[in-house]
């Protein structure tokens, strides 16, 4: 994206409870996540990074998903969101 280096980095969050549920949405503003990359972001050992494990994605889909969650990715304008959901606790 054109431009997006001179933007002051953000990362925003927030949380609302909807229904029987909590939904945490997390975004941020940089140059976000390749097409190409897009299909495999929650795979195990899948990286982007020189220096990365491909864990970290992974890691939070499988402790969500433990807890009856679930975890999506969006495009962002510009930047990359993260939707997580969670029942609340009974």
């Known amino acids: 994206l054109s431009g997006s280096n001179n933007l002051p980095k953000t990362i925003t969050i927030e ?6 549920q909590i939904r945490i949405t ?3 503003n940089g140059h976000g996540i390749t097409k190409e990359f897009q299909p495999n972001l929650f795979e195990l050992l899948s990286t982007t990074k020189e220096t990365g494990m491909g864990l970290g994605l992974w890691l939070c889909k499988h402790i969500i998903t433990r807890h009856n969650g679930s975890i999506q ?14 029942p609340l606790a009974a």
């Open 15 to 20: 949380a609302r409870k909807i229904d029987s």
């Open 26 to 28: 997390i975004a941020d």
């Open 73 to 86: 990715f969006e495009e962002g304008r510009p930047g990359a969101k993260f939707i997580i959901k969670l």
